[in-house]
């Protein structure tokens, strides 16, 4: 199935406001446009420093531009298309403070 890229503009976006990442986000791009997936792990395939998050999620990691990147994105595997929902652009750095807030949202919310 081809990809249907939901919120592109996102992405060009981030290319604005971090000229730096255009080349790295045109590869990713230019993948995309490309690619038909029929399962996740045809995401992998594709993009083997991605990550698929949690059981059931439906969101990948993807590393970008040799990991100064990441995106999280949701998808859907339905009807005749991939629908790949851009959720979360930034740096690795801001990636990891991101992940680390979340775990200690999560022990907070659960020692209370």
Known sequence: M???LIKKQTIEN?????????ASFEIWFSIIKR?????????????????????SSERVVFNIGGNNY?????YHFGGSKVHLFVKWIGTHAEYTKLCNE????????FNQ
């Open 70 to 74: 990441r995106m999280i994105c949701r």
């Open 102 to 109: 979340q775990k200690q949202y999560e022990v907070s919310s």
């Open 2 to 4: 081809k990809v249907h």
């Open 35 to 55: 690619v038909e997936w029929k399962e996740p792990k045809a995401i992998i395939s594709t993009f083997s420093s991605a990550d698929i998050l949690g059981k």
């Open 14 to 22: 981030y290319i604005k406001k971090n000229a730096r990442s255009k």
